[in-house]
């Protein structure tokens, strides 16, 4: 039995919406010689309104990714850079840094695991991002997301370069999942749906609305919504389990990772877009939320605030929040675990 529930109707816009033109683009992939991210710069390469590529790495390998692609013709100019030392070079000047590096998920790796294997790479990046290019938007695939873009936020605070309408959590793939879901129990082609899924992005924060597909018309009936919603929370342990327990998913994760950049880039050139994404938004009680959000050239316009639920979905999401709570706590205490480790990242 499904009900209308509202939730409050509260703005969080950003006011500075002043569009402008650009002629160049240019993004700097973190991470790019690992698998999700040579993926991802391989589509990037097919995108004619990025005008230069900045691909980095630890790993001298990424040089090799560069020229195979800079051997690709046409797309934009590809540039490598290896070694922290050159990490100030290859962000500067960006108007987007992708980070998608990240120390694989495995079975049973928990999300502390996780948070204290991934956080010191995200620690570097944002210290030199306050150094040398404050301005540019900053979207980050690494897990774990809930905790990792708290922690980001936390620390460009404490460098005093914090924008919240200018940080990402790239949870793109929810949605991508859910498309292809729907897509294929309703037969329709799913590059043309809508799925908003909200929340988080971890088994107990996946909170898709299959109710709210768009275009409308299209039904899923409960026990269908039941059974996505578990699959969809499931992907990406089946993925790993499918990979012998080794790694998880990355070419899906570079196919979503582009999608969202496509739109990030038609928002940097004027346009008003809407991706899904984990930002600053606390219209749900929480400090941070994922969910379909609207983007410009100036970062975020609007995020998502007032979807009509059904009960299973509501239901969903309240369960959810007390967890998302914890997950961001625990991504802002984090800051005081890796500052006070005594290493100096930057
Ligand atoms: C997923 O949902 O499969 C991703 O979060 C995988 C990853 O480790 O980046």
């Known amino acids: 039995m499904f009900c209308k529930r509202f939730l409050p109707v509260l703005k969080y816009r950003n006011r500075n919406t002043q569009s402008i033109q650009i002629r160049t683009v240019q993004i700097s992939v973190i991470g790019a010689a690992g698998d999700i991210g040579s993926n991802l710069a391989m589509l990037l390469k097919f995108n004619d309104k990025i005008t230069r ?38 962000v500067r ?17 928990t999300r502390e695991q996780m ?18 290019n404050p301005e540019a938007f900053l979207a980050i695939s690494t897990n774990p997301i809930n905790s990792i ?67 409308g018309g299209y039904t899923i009936d409960a026990n269908r919504a039941d059974m996505l919603t578990r699959k969809l929370r499931k992907a990406g342990v089946e993925v790993i389990i499918n990979k012998q327990g080794m790694d998880s998913a990355t070419m899906a994760m570079a196919w979503s990772i582009n999608e969202f950049t496509a739109a990030i880039v038609n928002a940097i050139n004027g346009a008003e877009v809407t991706v899904n994404s984990y930002t600053a938004n606390p219209h749900y009680g929480t400090r941070f939320f994922s969910g379909p959000i609207n983007v410009g ?28 709570n914890r997950d961001i706590t625990q991504g802002e205490e984090f800051v005081h675990v890796v500052e006070s480790s005594g290493h100096d990242y930057s």
């Not at 000047?93 to 790796?109: C, E, F, I, N, Q």
């Open 297 to 324: 050239a100036q970062g975020i316009i609007e995020t998502c605030c007032n979807f009509n639920m059904n009960n299973y979905e509501w239901e969903l999401l309240q369960k959810s929040l007390p967890v998302l």
């Open 93 to 109: 000047d960006s108007k987007l840094v992708l980070m998608v590096s990240r120390v694989a998920r495995k079975l049973g790796s």
């Open 149 to 215: 873009i708290p922690f980001a936020s936390t620390l460009l605070m404490s460098y005093n370069c914090y924008n919240p309408f200018k940080l990402f959590g790239i949870t793109h793939i929810d949605t991508a999942r859910a498309r292809a879901f729907v897509g294929d129990a309703l037969k329709v082609n799913p590059r043309k749906l809508q799925v908003p899924v909200i929340g988080g992005h971890s088994d107990e924060t996946i909170v898709p609305l299959f109710s709210n597909i768009h275009p």
């Open 115 to 132: 948070l204290a294997s991934n956080a010191p790479p995200i620690q570097t990046l944002c210290k030199t991002i306050s150094k040398h």
């Open 53 to 90: 590529l900045h691909l980095y790495d630890n790993d001298e390998k990424v040089r090799g990714v560069a020229l195979e692609l800079a051997y690709i013709p046409g797309g934009p100019a590809v540039a490598a850079f290896a070694g922290e030392q050159h990490l100030p070079s290859a």
